[in-house]
């Protein structure tokens, strides 16, 4: 199964993604098929042309009322959703999509998100293009959905709420307390380069924001937008294949994820007794453990202990420090960390076959070494150095054979 990598060259919208789409061989009927089951196919136009960004060619959508322009809220959109006859999982892109902007324009002027009533989310464009993007996402049915990092532009912009700066402040709560790296703007360029409605689409549809490191190309579609810029203004969509290496189900080399940290200081317990804890943490799956001696009050020696585990487990960590400590308090915090994919596994040696493990860097190179408690018993058994058998190993090495997945 094939991968979708959107390039925004800039920045992102939803009519530049939508016409990417089409480009790259989504139906036009499947886009209306879709819109026809809101009940909007009576109140739209919908033109996709020829036409060019820099001299570069590509596809234009220009979408209209066939009435007067109806402004609705995200109560009213979100009717339209639940009562439309749709697939659940397309039903709960668009639902989501919606939803996100709708939250996000609710915090920002400070209202409940089903009172939210604004062009942004309600003009007959801005459903063509969310659902018209969802909808083409589920005809293709990508295995991944990767993008670049969106460039969101400077200046300001007019709106129906007035004059705003850029980023528009959708834009600012949508990225908010989100792992997503933007580019602020490029050279002398002024203009809103990503949309609130590209930007939702954006967050909601793709897996990741990391490019894979290699692939190849089999087709590719190109949406034009409207900004005249001093260079293309456009959005690419393409159907990628990776190579395996760089894909591990859904995670990229480094993965991204939440830990949880936490900390006591003990001066009632012995030192004895601070190591069987430790040992006990270790073997309960924290990811690892660390102490040191510290003074505490009336110059009391004691112990800083602090475990770094696995976010599901915090709960069950804080039993643990309670029921085999003295701490009558912990310190406790969630942070997030990046770390490389490994695995383990054996190569065949002229020590015969030994345990190594490969963790794979972001420019997906595989980086291999021998396990140290391998390399201590085979300094026993041969009366070598490390620096002695780490270098027979490396010369003598065979092939990896992995005893587990990526992880």
Same mark, same amino acid.
């Given at each position: 199964?094939?991968?979708?990598?959107?390039?925004?060259?800039?920045?992102?919208?939803?009519?530049?993604?939508?016409?990417?789409? #089409?480009?790259?061989?989504?139906?036009?009927?499947?886009?209306?098929?879709?819109?026809?089951? $809101?009940?909007?196919?009576?109140?739209?136009?919908?033109?996709?042309?020829?036409?060019?960004?820099?001299? =570069?060619?590509?596809?234009?959508?220009?979408?209209?009322?066939?009435?007067? !322009?109806?402004?609705?809220?995200?109560?009213?959109?979100?009717?339209?959703?639940?009562?439309?006859?749709?697939?659940?999982?397309?039903?709960?892109?668009?639902?989501?999509?919606?939803?996100?902007?709708?939250?996000?324009?609710?915090?920002?002027?400070?209202?409940?998100?089903?009172?939210?009533?604004?062009?942004? =989310?309600?003009? =007959?464009?801005?459903?063509?293009?969310?659902?018209?993007?969802?909808?083409?996402?589920?005809?293709?049915?990508?295995? &991944?959905?990767?993008?670049?990092?969106?460039?969101?532009?400077?200046?300001?912009?007019?709106?129906?709420?007035?004059?705003? !700066?850029?980023?528009?402040?959708?834009? %600012?709560?949508?990225?908010?307390?989100?792992?997503?790296?933007?580019? !602020?703007?490029?050279?002398?360029?002024?203009?809103?380069?990503?949309?609130?409605?590209?930007?939702?689409?954006?967050?909601?549809?793709?897996? !990741? $924001?990391?490019?894979? #490191?290699?692939?190849?190309i089999d087709s590719y579609g190109v949406g034009i937008g409207n900004l005249e810029l001093p260079c293309p203004n456009l959005v690419r969509v393409l159907k990628?294949?990776?190579?395996?290496? &760089?894909?591990?189900?859904?995670? %990229?080399?480094?993965?991204?994820?939440?830990?949880?940290?936490?900390?006591?200081?003990?001066?009632?317990?012995?030192?004895?007794? %601070?190591?069987?804890?430790?040992?006990?943490?270790?073997?309960?799956?924290?990811?690892?453990?660390?102490?040191?001696?510290?003074?505490?009050?009336?110059?009391?020696?004691?112990?800083?202990?602090?475990?770094?585990?696995?976010?599901?487990?915090?709960?069950? $960590?804080? &039993?643990?420090?309670?029921?085999?400590?003295?701490? =009558?308090?912990?310190?406790?915090?969630?942070?997030?960390?990046?770390?490389?994919?490994?695995?383990?596994?054996?190569?065949?040696?002229?020590?015969?076959?030994?345990?190594?493990?490969?963790?794979?860097?972001?420019?997906?190179?595989? #980086?291999?070494?021998?396990?140290n408690d391998e390399i201590l018993r085979l300094q026993i058994e041969n009366n070598k150095t490390a620096e002695e058998v780490k270098n027979i190993l490396k010369?003598?090495?065979?092939e990896f054979k992995a005893f587990e997945d990526w992880k």
């Amino acid at each position: 199964m094939e991968e979708i990598l959107i390039e925004c060259s800039p920045g992102v919208s939803g009519d530049m993604l939508l016409g990417g789409f #089409y480009d790259l061989g989504v139906p036009k009927h499947v886009i209306e098929k879709t819109l026809a089951c $809101f009940g909007l196919e009576n109140l739209y136009y919908l033109n996709l042309r020829e036409s060019k960004s820099c001299s =570069i060619r590509g596809i234009k959508i220009e979408v209209g009322a066939t009435n007067q !322009s109806i402004k609705r809220d995200w109560s009213s959109i979100k009717d339209l959703i639940l009562k439309a006859k749709l697939e659940k999982q397309l039903k709960k892109r668009i639902y989501e999509v919606f939803e996100s902007l709708a939250i996000a324009e609710g915090r920002v002027h400070g209202i409940e998100p089903e009172e939210v009533h604004f062009h942004e =989310i309600g003009a =007959i464009d801005s459903l063509v293009d969310i659902i018209g993007v969802c909808a083409s996402i589920e005809y293709l049915q990508p295995k &991944n959905v990767f993008c670049n990092q969106p460039t969101l532009g400077r200046g300001y912009v007019q709106t129906d709420h007035g004059k705003l !700066s850029i980023p528009s402040p959708a834009v %600012i709560e949508l990225l908010k307390g989100k792992d997503i790296k933007v580019i !602020s703007s490029i050279d002398s360029i002024d203009g809103e380069l990503s949309t609130p409605t590209g930007i939702a689409l954006l967050i909601n549809l793709v897996e !990741s $924001f990391q490019t894979p #490191y290699k692939y190849s190309i089999d087709s590719y579609g190109v949406g034009i937008g409207n900004l005249e810029l001093p260079c293309p203004n456009l959005v690419r969509v393409l159907k990628i294949n990776t190579n395996e290496e &760089n894909l591990k189900d859904k995670n %990229i080399s480094p993965r991204y994820e939440e830990i949880c940290i936490q900390e006591v200081w003990i001066d009632d317990q012995s030192s004895e007794e %601070i190591a069987n804890l430790l040992e006990l943490f270790r073997k309960e799956g924290a990811y690892d453990v660390s102490s040191q001696i510290i003074y505490m009050k009336k110059n009391r020696i004691g112990f800083s202990l602090q475990v770094i585990l696995p976010i599901e487990k915090q709960d069950y $960590f804080r &039993n643990l420090w309670f029921k085999h400590s003295t701490s =009558i308090g912990i310190r406790e915090r969630k942070q997030s960390r990046w770390v490389l994919l490994r695995r383990k596994g054996e190569c065949l040696t002229s020590f015969g076959k030994i345990k190594f493990k490969q963790s794979m860097k972001p420019n997906g190179r595989i #980086y291999m070494k021998p396990e140290n408690d391998e390399i201590l018993r085979l300094q026993i058994e041969n009366n070598k150095t490390a620096e002695e058998v780490k270098n027979i190993l490396k010369e003598s090495c065979r092939e990896f054979k992995a005893f587990e997945d990526w992880k």
